[in-house]
C-alpha cells in the first residue's frame, strides 16, 4: 500500500508523464487497464505564469500551456507535473495549479500532488537550467521544492535521473536534499543525463536512493513487461514503480502486472481488442483535440498499437496517409479477425 496525500495505492504501479503521448486519452486508457495514479505532462512553470499576463479579452488567444495542467472527471489519483529552474515561478504555477485559479483552467479535481521535473534531458530545457540541469545544482533542486512546498497545500513530489553523467551520480545526494526540503515521494529513473534513453537503467541506484531516505521511492526506468516491475520491487526495495515506453501501445501491461502481483495468469490480449482499443483512443483524441490535431497526433499511438500486428510497417504508412476518421477506421476494421 502506497499513501500520497489523500491518495492511497494498493500496488503503487503508475503510468509515468511522458510530453506528447500522455495526454488525456492516453491516459484514461491506462487508467482504464489499471494504471494507478496518473501524471500530466509537463507544463512550463514560467510559461503558465506569463500567460497570466495577457489581459482577458475576446482577442486574448487561448493558453497554450492550461490544458497541459487540466485534470478531468475520473482522472484522480493524479499528479500535475511543472518544470523550471526558478523558485518564484515554480511556487507560482504550483499554487495556481493546485487552486485551479490560472487562465484557462479547466480541471474539475485538485491534483493529488504536484511532482517536479527534475529529469528531462531535452537541450532546449536543460539549457536554461530546467529539469535534469537541477542535477548538477542540489542546492538550487532544494531551494525549489522549499518554495513550492510553501505555496500548496498538497504534497510535493519530484522525479530525478541518477545524476547528470557517469562522473556525477549524485541520486542519492539530490534525494536526501529533496527530502529534507520537504519532496513527499521520489521518483528515480535510473539513467544519467547523458544516457537519455540508453544503454539500459542502472536500478542499483534507485536501490541506494530508497535506503536512503524515508519517503517513498518509485523505481523507473525500463519495465516493458509486468515481471520487469516485480524484479524492480525485488531489486531495489522501492515502494512503486512507474511505467513510460512499456504503456506505449500496450495499455494492457498495467493490468498484467496487476495480474502478476495479485498471482493471476497473465492475460494475452486479442488483436480484436488491440483494434477497438487504438479506436476508441483515437475518437478520444478526435473529441479532446479536434479531428486535425487529434488524427495527427494519434499516428504515433496507432503505430504503437499496430506493433505486434502482422504488415506493421505497411498499416503504419495507411494510417499516415488517411486524413479522416473514416479512412482510419476502415484500415483498422479490416484487421479485425
Ligand atoms: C516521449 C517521452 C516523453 C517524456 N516526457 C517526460 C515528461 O514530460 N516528464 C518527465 O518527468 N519524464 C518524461 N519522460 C521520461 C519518462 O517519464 C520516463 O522517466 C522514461 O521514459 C523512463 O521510463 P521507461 O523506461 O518506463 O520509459 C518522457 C519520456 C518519453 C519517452
Known amino acids: 500500500m502506497l499513501k500520497i496525500g489523500n491518495a492511497t495505492l494498493k500496488h503503487g504501479i503508475m503510468l509515468a508523464p511522458m510530453a506528447g503521448a500522455t495526454d488525456y486519452a492516453f491516459r484514461k486508457v491506462c487508467k482504464g487497464f ?27 488567444s487561448p493558453s497554450k500551456t492550461a490544458p497541459l495542467a487540466a485534470i478531468r472527471e475520473g482522472e484522480l489519483p493524479m499528479a500535475v507535473q511543472i518544470f523550471g529552474s526558478e523558485p518564484q515561478f515554480m511556487a507560482e504555477a504550483a499554487r495556481m495549479i ?29 539549457s536554461n537550467g530546467e529539469g535534469s540541469a537541477l542535477l548538477k545544482n542540489p542546492k538550487l533542486a532544494a531551494e525549489i521544492v522549499r518554495a513550492v512546498r510553501g505555496a500548496v497545500d498538497i504534497p510535493v513530489t519530484v522525479k530525478i535521473r541518477i545524476g547528470w553523467d557517469k562522473n556525477s551520480i549524485n541520486a542519492v545526494e539530490m534525494a536526501k536534499y529533496l527530502e529534507d526540503a520537504g519532496a513527499s515521494l521520489i521518483c528515480v529513473h535510473g539513467r544519467t543525463r547523458e544516457q537519455q534513453y540508453a544503454p539500459s537503467a542502472d536500478w542499483s541506484h534507485i536501490a541506494n536512493v530508497k535506503r536512503a531516505v524515508s519517503v517513498p521511492v518509485i523505481g523507473n526506468g525500463d519495465i516493458f513487461e509486468p515481471r520487469d516491475a516485480s524484479k524492480m520491487l525485488r531489486e531495489t526495495g522501492c515502494d512503486g514503480v512507474m511505467i513510460g515506453r512499456g504503456a506505449l501501445g500496450n495499455p494492457w501491461i498495467f493490468e498484467n502486472t496487476i495480474n502478476l502481483f495479485e498471482g493471476r495468469e497473465e492475460r494475452k490480449i486479442p488483436q480484436n481488442e488491440v483494434i477497438d482499443v487504438a479506436l476508441s483512443h483515437l475518437k478520444l483524441m478526435i473529441e479532446t483535440k479536434g479531428e486535425r490535431a487529434g488524427i495527427a497526433e494519434s499516428r504515433k499511438h496507432l503505430g504503437w498499437y499496430m506493433k505486434g500486428i502482422r504488415g506493421a510497417a505497411e498499416l503504419r504508412n495507411r494510417i499516415n496517409c488517411a486524413e479522416s476518421l473514416p479512412e482510419i477506421e476502415e484500415i483498422l476494421l479490416s484487421l479485425k479477425e
Do not use: F, W
Open 34 to 60: 489499471g494504471a494507478e495514479y496518473l501524471v500530466s505532462e509537463m507544463v512550463c512553470a514560467k510559461a503558465l505564469c506569463y500567460e497570466q499576463k495577457i489581459k482577458k479579452s475576446i482577442t486574448a
Open 98 to 126: 493546485s487552486e485551479n485559479s490560472y487562465r484557462g483552467a479547466t480541471s474539475v479535481h485538485t491534483p493529488t500532488a504536484i511532482d517536479i521535473n527534475m529529469g528531462c534531458p531535452v537541450a532546449k530545457v536543460v
